[in-house]
């Protein structure tokens, strides 16, 4: 199985920014949509922003105008680029991608292992 590793997370005092990555690990055949979820406690988890390989974009109202999510292709790796940080985005972010592993199946949905994010004075 192919993991998404992600990185970038930590502690930030609100209205900071953060910046986190995720790529697989191991090789790969191609990855289309990838995205950003995240969970906080007690909370379902939640769709943060998502990218096709073409990088049309789908955010949560939520963190509209604050978050930018990109990848970079060559590298197969998505970015969420997190400002004006507020302690209400304190969670673990997951990242996620349709991995397509096999030429004898179809892309599958592949998460990280998620990292924290957490937003306090």
């Known amino acids: 199985q192919v993991q998404l590793l992600e990185s970038g997370g930590g502690l930030v005092q609100p209205g900071g920014s953060l910046r986190l990555s995720c790529a697989p690990s191991g090789s790969i055949l191609s990855i289309d949509t990838m995205g950003w979820y995240r969970q906080a406690p007690g909370k379902q988890r939640e769709l943060v922003a998502t990218i096709t390989r073409g990088s049309s974009t789908n955010y949560a109202d939520s963190v509209k105008g604050r978050f930018t999510i990109s990848r970079d292709n060559a590298k197969n790796t998505v970015y969420l680029q997190m400002n004006s940080l507020k302690p209400e985005d304190t969670a673990v972010y997951y990242c996620?991608?349709?991995?397509?592993?096999?030429?004898?199946?179809?892309?599958?949905?592949?998460w990280g292992q998620g990292t924290q994010v957490t937003v306090s004075s």
């Open positions: 996620y991608g349709a991995v397509r592993t096999s030429p004898f199946r179809g892309a599958r949905d592949s």
